[in-house]
């Protein structure tokens, strides 16, 4: 299994931006789906989207579309969230998963 570790998070203000980045120790070309998810305050940890090799599929959670956008490069092993629109309820740690779980990044709002 590859070590996954995210970075980008910080503090944002209303409507702001942020992209978050994982970075695989190893390669992602043979892990088929790679997602985000997150964990607000008190709350379990919840999808945010989907991805599959090669971008064919990419699906979101409703409370994101529109407004998040997930890409991958296989080419240098990266998982990508571009997070615009940022809302209060969009605070929380955000991890990456390929097979396994990264540590997760901070992002309040």
């Known amino acids: 299994q590859v070590q996954l570790v995210e970075s980008g998070g910080g503090l944002v203000q209303a409507g702001g931006s942020l992209r978050l980045s994982c970075a695989a120790s190893g390669s992602i070309s043979s892990i088929d789906t790679m997602a985000w998810y997150r964990q607000g305050p008190g709350k379990q940890r919840e999808l945010v989207a989907t991805i599959t090799n090669g971008g064919g599929s990419i699906d979101y959670a409703d409370f994101v579309k529109g407004r998040f956008t997930i890409s991958r490069d296989n080419a240098n092993n990266a998982l990508y969230l571009q997070m615009n629109g940022l809302k209060p309820e969009d605070t929380a740690v955000y991890y990456c998963?390929?097979?396994?779980w990264g540590r997760g990044t901070q992002v309040t709002e």
């Open positions: 998963y390929a097979d396994t």
